[in-house]
T-cell receptor, first 112, second 110 residues
Framework: KAGVTQTPRYLIKTRGQQVTLSCSPI?????VSWYQQTPGQGLQFLFE???????NKGNFPGRFSGRQFSNSRSEMNVSTLELGDSALYLC???????????FGSGTRLTVV | GIQVEQSPPDLILQEGANSTLRCNFS?????LQWFHQNPWGQLINLFY???GTKQNGRLSATTVATERYSLLYISSSQTTDSGVYFC????????????FGSGTKLNVKP
């Protein structure tokens, strides 16, 4: 059974650009969550989707957005990139509520 | 939100030693997981343990939900155990959002 797949693994972008990250959950998992990890702030919740609906959102500016498709794959988008957006972005999926999460390998974004 | 505190923040062990990592949380939870972050950044799930005790090889974990803490035991540590261990909780009544502790950085020396 394939795990959670995130693409790309590494990304370098320039300030002001936008970026789209992709996450394919484990087959059958309908819940997908996104997290940002930085040395200063640790692991912080971005948003969670279930059956194409955003059910929960963290305290991030509107430049951070996401969506989920009918096949449960999810994308997150960051517009007008800032240097502070440099981070490891992790995606997690689970079958349904009250189950454990499985994380992907992450996308390491560097903004220069 | 919910506060998640992990201790110790750093731990250095000789290979073969045992260790206990602690996670305290400030509110009732319906999900608690322990993760090991590998050098490439992936969070590897060790235990899904909202309550009770589980064992997996040299690792075991105990969560006492009524007292709001969880413990991760590593026995006969190996150099491959090195890395950062995170505790994450999902607050009861506020699901679908994980709160992470700041982690315990473990260094096992040969």
């Amino acid at each position: 059974k394939a795990g959670v797949t995130q693409t790309p693994r590494y990304l370098i972008k320039t300030r002001g650009q936008q970026v789209t990250l992709s996450c394919s959950p484990i087959s059958g998992h309908r819940s997908v969550s996104w997290y940002q990890q930085t040395p200063g702030q640790g692991l912080q919740f971005l948003f969670e989707y279930f059956s194409e609906t955003q059910r929960n959102k963290g305290n991030f500016p509107g430049r951070f957005s996401g969506r989920q498709f009918s096949n449960s794959r999810s994308e997150m988008n960051v517009s007008t990139l800032e240097l502070g957006d440099s981070a490891l972005y992790l995606c997690a999926s689970r079958l349904q509520d009250n189950y454990g999460y499985t994380f992907g390998s992450g996308t390491r974004l560097t903004v220069v | 939100g919910i506060q998640v505190e992990q201790s110790p923040p750093d731990l250095i062990l000789q290979e073969g030693a045992n260790s206990t990592l602690r996670c305290n949380f400030s509110d009732s939870v319906n999900n608690l997981q322990w993760f090991h972050q590998n050098p490439w950044g992936q969070l590897i799930n060790l235990f899904y343990i909202p309550s009770g005790t589980k064992q997996n090889g040299r690792l075991s974990a105990t969560t006492v939900a009524t007292e709001r803490y969880s413990l991760l035991y590593i026995s006969s540590s190996q150099t491959t155990d090195s890395g950062v261990y995170f505790c994450a909780v999902e607050r009861r009544g506020r699901i679908n959002k994980f709160y992470f502790g700041s982690g315990t950085k473990l260094n096992v020396k040969p």
